[in-house]
């Protein structure tokens, strides 16, 4: 869907789980959206804290904003979801791609969550289709399909900018893991394509940036010519089976993020922890010898 309206896009980096969250707004209005927040989260101490989220709210009240949406491109495996806090803070509807529901039967039976977890995707207030349409504000927007490193994995086209959460990182860095249950290096090159058929000009917003080696500053902009023309991964005249070949390699050999089992539980339930026990407290599970 064409757009004559560009956003006005405000990232906000977390260095401790290299995400970046965005503030999008609507330059004609006080509308905006959220997208892949963070909350932050001591693993060793199991303690969660919303310093993160903190300084999404301070943006909208200091700017008088409107969140009209809670935006997640995925499950993400690398943080915690601040959406619930978020929501009850500012108001806004949840949103992810509908098929949060095949992540959440995988791992809903990986993590034994018992009958009280539902697989419908009812934990979030909208799930988005494969090309459905919305707004915020005067600000046209649609959202595409992009699976490959997880199957809910969506990319938000928002005006003129495109937020592709881990399918692609920037062109000196290349592209998401696969080796996720459900994942897939062969959607993923078909997915990566899908993005890189857009404007080249349109501008691609990264979820995550790790420095590649010999860049100083971390980066999460770039656009889909940059993308077709230099990332190191997939790029013009790269085949599929090129792609999946070097993917499957260099999967076998990455470590598991570190946040991975905590932050599958929390965000697929959107962003909530799994229900508290008879003593009142929540516990996350840690599957032995599982993954």
């Known amino acids: 869907m064409p757009s004559n309206i560009t956003p006005e896009v405000t990232g906000f980096f977390d260095e401790a789980s290299n995400t970046i969250s965005y503030i999008v707004k609507d330059p004609t209005s006080i509308a905006c959206a959220i997208i892949d927040s963070v909350l932050d989260f001591d693993i060793a101490s199991g303690r969660t804290s919303f310093e993160s989220a903190d300084k999404l709210i301070a943006h909208v009240e200091e700017h008088d904003l409107e969140v009209e949406w809670i935006l997640e491109t995925h499950v993400h495996a690398d943080h915690l979801s601040a959406a619930p806090y978020l929501k009850k803070k500012l108001g806004a509807k949840i949103g992810i791609g509908a098929n949060i529901t095949t992540v959440q039967e995988v791992f809903g039976k990986a993590f034994n969550a018992g009958t009280e977890f539902a697989m419908d995707g009812s934990q979030f207030d909208k799930l988005f289709e494969d090309g459905e349409a919305f707004q915020i504000g005067a600000l046209k927007a649609r959202t595409m399909n992009t699976p490959g490193h997880t199957p809910a994995c969506m990319t938000f086209v928002i005006g003129d900018a495109a937020f592709v959460g881990d399918t692609l990182f920037m062109p000196d860095f290349g592209t998401a893991r696969t080796d996720f249950p459900g994942g897939s290096a062969e959607e993923l090159y078909k997915s990566i394509w899908k993005i890189l058929q857009l404007n080249p000009k ?3 917003f990264m979820c995550h940036d790790y420095k590649a080696p010999g860049r100083d500053e971390f980066k999460w902009e770039t656009t889909v010519q ?18 999946v070949a070097f993917r499957t390699q260099r999967d076998a050999n990455l470590s598991m993020p570190k946040l991975i089992l905590p932050s599958v539980q929390v965000n697929m339930r959107a962003g909530q922890m799994p229900p508290p026990e008879d003593d009142g407290t929540s516990y ?3 599957p032995i010898n599982k993954f």
């Open 202 to 204: 349109t501008r691609l």
């Open 226 to 243: 940059e993308q077709r023309e230099a990332n190191v991964h997939v790029k013009e005249g790269t085949t599929m089976e090129e792609f």
């Open 284 to 286: 996350l599970k840690i």
